[in-house]
Nanobody, 127 residues
């Protein structure tokens, strides 16, 4: 079992930055790919970013590419999402996820490939 606890959300003005953190319990953190999804009110949940177990490979949605950076510290069992140049459209609840996506193209982008989900942290960007 893996438990995930997000932190770092809050209210920020458009153009600002936030860094989300996700602390994972368990000694097998290094075995899991980690990622972030988000869900805005009235919208479907969407993929934001993911990182493989070693941190060598990262994946981003088109909206996150160039503005967000995902990273992990396996010694601290923590994954981060640095978000820059935030816009109103980034307002959402952000969920940390952990799993072992199979090795087919696109697997890291799919919610169904992640077994563990955090409770979410609210990010609100004021325009």
């Amino acid at each position: 079992q893996v438990q995930l606890v997000e932190s770092g959300g809050g209210l920020v003005q458009a153009g600002g930055s936030l860094r989300l953190s996700c602390a994972a319990s368990g000694r097998t953190f290094v075995s899991y790919a980690m990622g972030w999804f988000r869900q805005a009110p009235g919208k479907e949940r969407e993929f934001v970013a993911a990182i493989n177990w070693s941190g060598d490979n990262t994946y981003y949605s088109d909206s996150a590419k160039g503005r967000f950076t995902i990273s992990r510290d396996n010694a601290k069992n923590t994954v981060y999402l640095q978000m820059n140049s935030l816009t109103f459209e980034d307002t959402a609840v952000y969920y940390c996820v952990a799993g072992v996506p199979p090795s087919y193209s696109g697997s890291y982008y799919l919610a169904r490939e992640y077994d563990y989900w955090g409770q979410g942290t609210q990010v609100t960007v004021s325009s």
